[in-house]
């Protein structure tokens, strides 16, 4: 053998050798690429998903603050609507005259009087234009005297002198107790709950 075939087969082997390395690089890289392209798309949907997961979660904030929202505002309209019909029914205390209002004085003095049996000295207050009307009706009750104005709706705040006892059956105060008593009776009625 000549020591050209020798060269040519080394060269042929080389040669050989060369084209496996490559196809082996080639394969190795499109490995490479396939595991890459797997992994980006593996990584894109868990970002999908990561987004849609976010997405959701924002939207059932949003949905959850606006439902919250949305009844703080329902309430706060029933409140207003409540304190309307409050007002108006102090406006129609306000406005009693005549018999009714006279009636109703009587009425919560009429409750007071057994606080005081024995007392020298009561002093009745109340409403600035009522004097003349509780003035009138204390003429029944001895040791009563009209002791000036009280800020309310009207009726009567009594005291002792003696026993430092207070009744306050003003207007204002027995409303306050009906409205707590039937405010739930109030709302159904006025919101059809």
Known sequence: MSLD?????????????????????????????????????????????????????????????????????????RRDVLEDVRSQVEDELVELSGDRREALTRSLLEDAVPEFEGEESVAVYGRASDEELIEDLLDDHDNFEYAGEYECLGGVVVEGTDSRVRVNNTFDSVLEGVWEDNLKNVSELLFNQ
């Open 5 to 77: 075939n020798v060269v040519e087969d080394i060269r042929d082997e080389a040669r050989a050798r060369a084209e496996e390395i490559r196809q082996q690089g080639e394969r190795r890289a499109e490995e490479i690429v396939e595991a890459a392209e797997t992994d980006a798309e593996e990584l894109l949907e868990a970002r999908k998903a990561d987004v849609e997961r976010q997405i959701e979660q924002e939207r059932e904030q949003a949905l959850s603050s606006a439902k919250l929202e949305a009844k703080q505002e329902r309430l706060e309209a």
